[in-house]
């Protein structure tokens, strides 16, 4: 053994020794210092050294083993394996007593010790590492509770305690291990805490509290299991690993023994709790929050879900995790399945083949919660194959429940929709089988959770179809299985399933072949399904699956637009019409099927329809059913009419297949709108071919004709023009007996023989037939013509004026052809006619077999009629009326517009249009022309444009033929050119030069006119007239309805004969026209004025057009211009009906006539000018509005020309939009939408010049502009950047805050929602986390300067709350960089504001609180705490937390003049709020400023006389003082002291109190140094005659000392002075302050004052003399005390004035004041000064006085009772005497201290006051002071006489018996009696037992005790009682007869 080697043993042995000679309680203490030592010699290379050293360590476990309480070093032994110098055999040794240390510490020491456990863990052999982290987890638990109240600090402070989390290494070391800990379960809850498939948390608890009733523990079993008790007791088996956990895992978390469930729930609630203490990024500390939400134990569970909503914000819609990491995910997915693949296996076999290392997955619950994130990342969605694994696991996972399999599904729809095509297209497949397996076999289960997971399924594989379509393209049995489950799925999948069909069908889209043949088949079927959603699914299918030609879909999706559900109808109509381009998509031609091919299709889906058409089979039988529903039927035919429209060359169109379709659509079943879109079809076929048409059906008449009496009009009129059509092919002759049939059904007017409608259309259709036989084919007799004629003239005269419209119309039709086949003189009578007609018939039999059923003769039916309608006309008409003329007929059809109907008005309107279209001359033109400009005055617009239209015939030249009007469904030129989708008028009018018809040669009065064309005279003339007539007479009359009839009928010349050459010429008359119009107050004539602007444009060269367009940008832009006066009548109407409200005395104010009749009642003439003014006002606004049509129907013609226009037009038009007109808004958004194709990008454009036309508008002088520009500023500024508006901001917040004060309620109301606009912008701009930092910068150093200049000190409360709440916002939003700047003006005005905002009202309060009842300090303290509840005070509070050394210097000069000039209460306390705040967070940076704050402060204070602001000045400066200088702090104490001394006010006291008070709190330790100063003059202060400056000083002295007397004695030398001068002033409040500072001091002073008695004695008895003031008895109670306790020093003095009998002598000179109160406080002084003076006679020096006094009371009581009140009141001036009770007490006094010689002398006189005071009368309390004075009187004469009382003096204590005798007979008082008793018993032993008294006074004596002890309930008198008849009786002689006399 070497040296060193031997010396190491050596030493350890003398350590060794001395260890072993430790006692055990020093043990402890030993080890501490030893043990570490000796571990560390382990590092010595010597063996022996390493023996020597464990042999050591034996022994010290040997004796620490069993005494847990002896301790461990636990730092020492952790910083020893810290050490870098240990070596690997030291550090095993330390981690081993490390161990054993944690076990032995307290849990605060155990974590003390978690930062260095886990310093550098990452870098610890594996083994350490979990030994160490296992002891850091038990250090934990003290956070269990949270974090302790000493350790609370910011997540940053507290993370930094612990340097192990900087390490990402270290950092993630723990985090796994803690998540190791958080899955743990103990053994004991394993199987029974771990829920089941289907079982709840609190549900496994139940199960394990009940086992722990029936059972034992349970022991941990090999291999890291555990074993399980069963109801025996014997173990059963392993019991499994937690769920997420490895075997391995188990016993790293374990160690040496598992913990118990408290200790685990404390050890999961620390590391929770330590996590979100230390703020732990959400992403990292995730899966240890999702485990504890999901741990069986309540507490664990609950903190959890706290942190994972607070931390981690999982349910907001912006988490703080990540959940994109894909790190995090992975983690997540390993956690959910651990190590172990999911199968279908057992549970158990898995369990027992699994390897320790291998995870198991997640528990249930823990796997819910991961797949309810996994449902939320779309990383997650990617994550393969874990996905996979992970739906699978949910579905067919053995421990997997409902719940589980349904978030699988959704897990599964959320992959398919997120998931990347590169990972999911490879897995697809499979996971399509195993959805469609489970389908398959949940089938049969009806409950919610499978009927749940069946329609995630559905959903699943829907949304899979989405991204891997060519798994179901060529397999349609999954179509078809989802279609049948939509007839058998219950309703709750049902939805789940449509959807997911619906979905499908994006895979099957494009398919082909056999695929799309079964599809078709399919979906056949599933559309006549009774399942709705079947029908739905299907014609969706049909839909977006073929292109819109497809012919299968098309039917479909028309047998789809029948259906009875909505929903389904609604599909089927959208899949019959075009589909929309998708946005942005260019536009592409749509293709419909052919006609053919449809046609062929629908007849083989119904073979109903494959019959043949009527035409080839004869007759067609009306009474077969209908072979669809006829909605439909309606579909189908309205889609075949459209594919027959596209395809106008398919020579099939007329084919005889379409024909059928059309004609079993008019069976008798079918409804009416079905007839009517049938019949209308049939007629487009027989307008396009109308011989091949007719051919087809001429044998068909009959059928036709029955369609004639259909109940709808539109079904009649489109038979009749089908009849006129067939006429083509019919013979003359068949034709002639039809037409007679026709007349034959109407020539009876008699309605109840013929209904309404056989007669309307038997009359409509006799018009189209003689029209088209007017045409030569066929050709009829002019004699049948003429009879027709005839028949129709005669019912222009029906009753009913509907039928004589529909005459008129029918006469009308015929008289488009030519002139009516009516002669102009007389034609012979019906009769006759008839009867030519009858014979010629009758030569044609065929014809009459064929067409004519069996009925009465036509002859004598038409003679019944003629005679009839003959007999009326003679009775009722002017004969030439009932000549059938052309004339005749014309007049009666102009009889008719002035018909009440409108709709007979209209069609005989347009019947003598079409009259003078055929027949152009003057004698149909002239009553024509008259009768429509008659219809001026109607104020119908359809009568309007329907006269429009019949002048346009009359003048020639429409763009309609004939052959249009009577073969078509023509119903109007407008929609006529409508319905050929013509674009613009101006294209029509361009249109109808190029027109070329197939059909016969049109009347050549319809055509468009050229340069070859030439008009009749009369036309001519007509056209002359008619321009006259409209151009310079009704568009320019007085009355509103003319001009826009005039208006109307100008824009249908220009529109339908616009190329006319009379009107050509004219166009600049009639621009000038409709530019009149633009003003009109008429909305109609304003649209039709702006409507005729465009047509004039587009007909107009390029000089006009560019005239036109300067006019009306002169009327947009408010210019003058030209107006053409109007003349005025009465009825002219000047304003709109209501505009101008009613008259004084009821009526409107709208016309002319009733304006004048206001102004002359009123007797102002020239109001009427006003009225004017004002109509001219409206009509420039209606000016604009027509205008704004006008150019919005140009707009898009102009093109290029408007191009320099656009920058002025802009900024006006942006203005118009928001005009408060409803409809120049509306105009001028049509000029906006036609001008500007984009508007972004236009308004950026000329966004300056916008602004600049708002701007100015905004200060205009109409407020409508004013109204609108705010409107439309509101609306730029949405999201303008700060370079836009950097030039014009401050002129935007100026116009805003002027218009939030306008005069217009709504204008203000706009200015508002601009000022919240403008608002939101400058926040956003003044905002430097979205606004670069200078741009913010130089936003706030524009706003904020001009909203405190103009807003803030506005005199407007509503621009003032709006500027507040801007600054409010401002200063919030932005930085201190921003702010800083501008914090001496911001913090001066918004101080201002605190006041300037209040209540004006509450000063009013104020000011009257007294009078009305209220506290004022209270009502000022609610004001001021108002104050601080509002923004102002918020901002003032981010002023001071931005405030630095430099904007101090600013500042505080400002803050300095508030503090002085400040108004209102609330500005005053706001300043001295704000100097406190700025005090405490700028802290020393306010030291150079102090001096300044001190001094406003101050100065302003003292003048100040509200306590409030005075008590928030103080608070302030004390604030302040903190950071004062010394010299300055003592001369504010000083000031505050003199505040007090000098003469003032009570406000100056309590300012001076308020001061020093907050010194004393504020700046305690700078105030330490000034106390001599202030607590002496605090003690005397605390006196003060005002309660609350009493009680401000008051609270500093008890603040300021701890010990009264002890600073009693300290400060005396300071408090005499102050007190003297106190006594000496000349004010009566500080002498009584003074003297009750004096009273106190006395009381506690001690030993420190008789010093100073003399002298205060002196200064007080110098006082007393003079005048009485209130509260002088405080002078008396002064020298009281100070006689008390100074009783020597002034009993010694050699002054005469301080002596003692000074004091006696002054005290009885206060007696003889007149005051009461006084001399009861002179008594009492007295008293006191008498019992102080014990030792010295002072009795004849007070006796006088009060031995008086009893006897003066008893003559006072006796003068009282014997006077009256009036006497009583004359005596209130006299003196009165002394107060008894004193009285009594100070001659106690006095006689106690008498010398013998004059207790004898004064004896006599005091024993008689004494029987005076005795008497009865007096209060019980005067009688027991009496009393008590007695017993001293007897005690005194004793004394004197030294042993009995002499002879004499006897006789006097005898005589006071009877008076204490009378006092022992009051029962009342029990206290009375005993006092008197035990007086009774001194006299009588004075006077040896009362021998004195006579017999009978000593009977009387025993008698009344006897009776006392009798009868009085006390027990104590009674005792007493019984000992004074003892002594009675021993004196007066004889035991027997005291026996005799007491009671038996």
């Known amino acids: 053994m070497s040296a060193t080697a031997q010396q190491e043993v050596d030493s350890l042995d003398r350590v060794l020794t001395r260890l072993a000679t430790t006692e055990e309680t020093n043990l402890e203490k030993v080890l501490s210092r030893l043990l570490p030592v000796v571990l560390g010699q382990l590092k010595s290379p010597h063996e022996t050294t ?57 849990e605060d020491q155990q974590a003390a010790a978690v930062a260095k456990l886990l310093l550098n863990i990452s870098k610890q052999s594996g083994q350490h590492q979990h030994t160490l982290l296992r002891l850091a987890i038990v250090g934990l638990e003290s956070l269990a509770q949270g974090t302790p109240k000493h350790q609370q600090s910011t997540e940053e402070e507290f993370a930094a305690r612990y340097p192990f989390l900087q390490s990402t290494a270290d950092r993630v070391k723990f985090l796994d291990f803690a998540t190791t800990v958080m899955l743990y379960q103990p053994a004991a809850l394993l199987p029974r805490v771990m829920p089941t498939a289907n079982q709840s948390p609190a549900e496994a608890l139940g199960q394990l509290i009940q086992s722990s009733i029936t059972g034992g523990p349970l022991a941990r079993g090999p291999s890291g299991g555990s074993l399980s008790r069963g109801s025996s007791g014997s173990a059963v088996g392993p019991l499994p690993t937690p769920p997420g956990l490895a075997r391995q895992d188990v016993s790293l978390v374990e160690g040496k023994a598992a913990p118990s469930v408290n200790v685990l729930q404390k050890r999961k609630l620390g590391i929770l709790n330590f996590t979100a203490a230390a703020g732990l990024d959400p992403g990292a500390a995730l899966l ?18 706290e942190l994972l909503r607070k931390r981690c914000g999982l349910d907001s819609p912006k988490p703080s995790v990540n959940l994109e990491d894909s790190a ?137 179809a989405k991204r891997a379509p060519q798994l179901f393209q060529k397999d349609t049995d999954i179509a078809a299985q989802f279609f049948s489950a939509l007839s058998v799925e219950p309703p709750g999948v049902r939805a789940a399933l449509q959807e997911a069909v619906s979905t499908l069908a994006v895979a099957y889209k494009g398919c082909s072949g056999d695929a799309a043949a079964r599809i078709e088949q399919l979906l056949l079927g599933s559309i006549t399904s009774p399942q709705e959603a079947s029908r739905l699914c299907a014609v969706q299918w049909a839909n977006r699956l073929f292109p819109f030609q497809h012919v299968p879909a098309r039917y479909i999706c028309a047998l789809a637009a029948g259906d009875i559900k909505l929903e389904v109808r609604e599909e089927g109509q959208s899949g019959l019409k075009p589909p929309k381009p998708q946005p942005g998509a260019a536009q592409m031609k749509v293709t419909y099927p052919q006609l053919a091919a449809m046609v062929s299709y629908t007849q083989s889906r119904q073979p109903a329809l494959q019959q043949a058409a009527a035409t080839a089979r004869g007759s067609l039988d009306k009474s ?36 059928s379709v059309l004609e079993h659509a008019l069976v008798k079943d079918a409804t009416g709108e079905l007839h009517v879109t049938a019949i209308q079809a049939l007629l487009e076929v027989a307008s396009d071919s109308p011989e091949q048409c007719a051919g087809l059906y001429r044998g068909q008449l009959s059928w036709l004709r029955s369609f004639l009496i259909h109940t709808d009009a539109t079904a009649r009129d489109t038979a009749g023009k089908l009849c006129g059509i067939v006429m083509l092919a019919v013979k003359p002759e068949s034709a002639e007996a039809f037409m007679t049939e026709l007349i034959a059904g109407f020539g009876d007017h008699d309605v109840k023989k013929n209904k309404f409608e056989v007669q309307d259309g038997y009359i409509g259709g006799t018009g189209y037939v003689l029209a088209q036989a007017m045409t030569g084919q066929p050709a009829l007799f002019r004699e049948a013509q003429q009879q027709a004629a005839v028949a129709l003239f005669d019912a222009l005269k029906h009753t009913q004026h509907a039928l004589a419209a529909t005459a008129a119309a029918a006469l009308g039709c015929a008289g488009l052809r030519g002139p009516l086949p009516l002669p102009d003189a007389p034609i012979p009578s019906a009769a006759s006619a008839a009867e030519k007609l009858q014979s010629s018939i009758e030569a044609a039999p065929e014809a009459k077999q064929s067409i004519l059923p069996p009925q009465e003769p036509l002859s004598a039916s038409l003679s019944s009629t003629s005679t009839v309608r003959g007999t009326e006309a003679e009775s009722s008409s002017p004969a030439c009326d009932d000549t059938a003329s052309r004339q005749s007929a014309m007049r009666r059809i102009v009889a008719l517009t002035k018909d009440k109907d409108v709709k007979v008005v209209q069609r005989a309107a347009m019947a003598a249009g079409h009259c003078c279209a055929g027949n152009p001359v003057k004698s149909v033109l002239d009553p024509a022309l008259e009768a429509l400009f008659a219809l001026g005055f109607n104020k119908n617009e359809d009568v309007l444009f329907t006269v429009g239209e019949a002048l346009c015939f009359a003048f020639g030249g429409v763009p309609v033929s004939a052959d249009i009007v009577l073969r078509t469904s023509f119903h109007s030129i407008a929609t006529w050119l409508n319905s050929k989708e013509a674009g613009t008028m101006s294209e029509a009018v361009e249109g109808v030069q190029d027109m070329d018809t197939d059909s016969a040669a049109p009347s050549p009065h319809l055509n468009g006119h050229n340069e070859s064309s030439s008009d009749s005279a009369d036309q001519v003339a007509a056209q002359d007239q008619i321009i006259k007539k409209v151009m310079q007479e009704l568009v320019f009359h007085s009355r509103a309805e003319v001009r826009c009839a005039g208006c109307v009928w100008l824009l249908s010349l220009i529109s339908y004969t616009g190329k006319h050459p009379k009107l050509m010429p004219l166009l600049p008359d009639i621009q000038e026209a409709f530019s009149h119009l633009l003003g009109d107050q008429n909305e109609l004539t304003q649209e039709m004025a702006s409507r005729g602007m465009s047509v004039v444009y587009s007909l107009g060269d390029e000089s006009a057009q560019k005239q036109l367009l300067d006019g009306l940008m002169g009327v947009l832009q408010g210019g003058a211009r030209k107006r053409r006066a109007v003349k005025l009548t009465g009825e002219t109407q000047v304003f709109e009906e209501g505009s101008m409200g009613e008259a004084p005395g009821g009526g409107s104010l709208s016309t002319y006539k009733e304006l004048c009749a206001l102004a002359t009642d009123m007797g102002q003439p020239d109001l009427v000018y006003r009225f004017m003014d004002l109509a001219n006002h409206h009509a420039s606004i209606n000016s604009s509005r027509g205008a704004a049509f006008g150019f919005a129907s140009i707009a898009k013609l102009a093109g290029e020309q408007l191009g320099p226009y656009i920058a002025k037009l802009v900024p006006k038009l942006y203005r118009y939009q928001y005009d408060p007109n409803a409809r120049v808004r509306d105009s001028m958004s049509h000029i906006w939408r036609a001008l500007v194709a984009e508007p972004k990008k236009t308004v950026d454009e000329h966004f300056g010049a916008i602004l600049q036309e708002l701007l100015k508008e905004m200060g205009g002088r109409l407020w409508r502009n004013r109204e609108a520009s705010c409107n439309a500023l509101s609306d730029l500024l949405q999201g303008r950047r700060w370079p836009e508006l950097k030039e014009k901001l401050r002129d935007i917040w100026t116009m805003t805050l002027r218009a939030a004060d306008d005069i217009k309620e709504s204008v203000r109301g706009a200015a508002t929602i601009l000022g919240k606009t403008l608002r939101n912008l400058t926040l956003r701009l003044c905002d430097p ?10 936003a706030v150093g524009l706003a904020l300067p001009l909203l405190l200049e103009q807003g803030v000190t506005s005199q407007v409360a509503e621009v003032r709350a709006m500027g507040l709440d801007m600054i409010a916002k401002m200063v919030k939003a932005s930085g201190p960089a921003q702010i800083q700047p501008h914090l001496a003006d911001l913090s001066v005005t918004m101080l201002e504001s605190l006041s300037g905002m209040e209540d004006s009202r509450l000063n009013y309060i104020e000011q009257h609180a007294n009078s009305l009842g209220l506290d004022s300090d209270k009502l000022e303290n609610a004001r001021v705490n108002a104050s601080k509840a509002s923004p102002m005070n918020d901002t003032l509070d981010l002023c001071a937390r931005y405030a630095n050394g430099k904007t101090l210097d600013d500042m505080v000069p400002k803050l300095c003049a508030l503090v002085k000039r400040g108004i209102g209460l609330n500005t005053r306390t706001g300043c001295a709020r704000f100097i406190i705040s700025l005090t405490t967070r700028q802290g020393a940076d306010i030291k150079p400023h102090t001096a300044a704050f001190i001094k406003a402060l101050v100065t302003t204070a003292r003048a100040e006389k509200s ?8 608070q302030a400066a004390g604030s302040v003082a903190r950071y004062t200088s010394e010299a300055r702090l003592a001369k504010l104490v000083e000031e505050a002291v003199a505040m007090y001394t000098t003469p003032g006010d009570r406000e ?17 330790e700078a105030f330490s140094g000034q106390t001599s100063q202030a607590l002496p003059l605090a003690f005397i202060a605390k006196s003060d005659e005002d309660s609350a400056v009493a009680a401000v000083w008051c609270e500093i002295w008890e603040e300021g000392t701890t010990s009264i007397s002890a600073a009693l004695r300290m400060y005396m030398a300071d408090l005499v002075p102050l007190i003297t001068a106190g006594l000496s002033s000349q004010q009566w409040g500080q002498k009584k302050a003074a003297a009750k500072a004096l009273t106190d001091l006395a009381e506690g002073g001690g030993d420190a004052l008789p010093p100073h008695a003399p002298a205060l004695i002196a200064t007080l008895l110098q006082e007393l003399p003079g005048r009485l003031w209130d509260g002088k008895e405080a002078m008396l109670s002064a020298v009281a005390a100070v006689s008390k306790a100074a009783a020597k020093a002034v009993m010694s003095s050699t002054q005469p004035s301080s002596s003692s009998k000074a004091v006696v002598d002054a005290l009885m000179t206060a007696l003889g004041r007149k005051k009461q109160t006084y001399r009861l406080a002179a008594l009492e002084a007295l008293q006191t000064a008498l019992e102080s003076f014990s030792s010295e006679d002072h009795f004849e020096s007070v006796a006088g006085p009060l031995l008086a006094t009893p006897l003066q009371h008893t003559q006072a009581a006796t003068s009282t009772s014997g006077q009256g009140s009036a006497e009583e009141e004359q005596d209130e001036d006299k003196e009165r005497p002394l107060p008894l009770l004193p009285t009594l007490k100070a001659l106690q006094a006095a006689w106690q201290a008498a010398y013998k010689q004059t207790a004898l002398k004064q004896a006599p006189s005091v024993a008689k006051a004494l029987q005076e005071s005795l008497q009865p009368g007096f209060s019980w309390q005067i009688h027991a002071a009496a009393l008590k004075t007695t017993q001293a009187f007897v005690v005194k004469l004793q004394e004197a006489e030294s042993a009995s009382v002499l002879q004499e003096q006897a006789v006097l204590l005898t005589d006071l018996i009877p008076g204490v005798v009378r006092a022992a007979q009051d029962v009342k008082i029990a206290q009375l009696q005993t006092a008197a008793l035990d007086t009774l018993a001194v006299v009588l032993k004075a006077t040896e037992g009362g021998h004195q008294l006579s017999a009978e006074k000593q009977t009387a004596i025993r008698e009344q005790l006897n009776a006392m002890i009798a009868d009085n309930r006390s027990s104590a008198v009674k005792a007493h009682a019984t000992d004074v008849l003892a002594l009675l009786t021993a004196g007066s002689g004889g035991d027997a007869e005291m026996h005799d006399a007491l009671p038996q």
Request: charged share 20%.
């Open 1507 to 1514: 306590s409030t602001v005075q008590r928030s000045y103080a």
């Open 1329 to 1338: 986390q979205v606004t670069p930092t200078k741009e913010a910068q130089e």
């Open 328 to 464: 995090l995910i992975a983690k997540l997915f390993h956690l959910f399945q651990g190590s172990v693949q999911p199968s279908m296996g057992s549970a158990s076999q898995e369990a027992a083949a699994m390897p320790d290392d291998h995870t198991l997955p997640a528990g249930v619950l823990l796997q819910s919660r991961l797949m309810n994130l996994f449902t939320k990342s779309t990383a997650a969605a990617s994550f393969f194959p874990g996905t996979v694994q992970v739906i699978l696991s949910c579905v067919y996972g053995t421990t997997t429940t409902s719940r589980l399999k349904q978030q699988g599904m959704e897990f599964a729809v959320w992959v398919f929709k997120h998931a990347d095509d590169a990972q999911l297209q490879p897995h697809s497949n499979v996971i399509l089988q195993k959805l469609l397996q489970l389908l398959n076999e949940e089938g049969a289960s009806s409950d919610t959770p499978t009927l749940t997971l069946r329609g995630f399924t559905y959903q699943a594989v829907g949304q899979l």
């Open 1548 to 1564: 100056s006291r309590l300012m001076s109190g308020m001061l020093v008070r907050e010194l004393q709190k504020q700046a305690a």
């Open 624 to 659: 077969k059913p209908l072979p669809l529903p006829p909605k439909a039927y309606l579909a189908l035919i309205a889609f075949l009419r459209e594919c027959r429209q596209q395809h106008t060359d398919d020579p099939q169109s007329v084919s005889q297949d379409y024909l």
């Open 50 to 106: 390493k023996k020597k050293v464990i042999e050591m360590l034996s022994h010290v476990n040997k004796r620490v083993r069993g005494h847990d309480q002896i301790k461990l070093p636990l730092n020492a032994l952790l910083d020893l394996y810290l050490t870098d110098a240990s070596t690997p055999l030291v550090k095993n040794f330390a981690i081993v007593y490390v161990e054993m240390a944690m076990e032995r510490s307290t």
């Open 288 to 305: 240890l929050y999702l485990i504890a939400a999901a741990d069986p134990q309540d507490s664990v569970s609950r903190r959890g879900e």
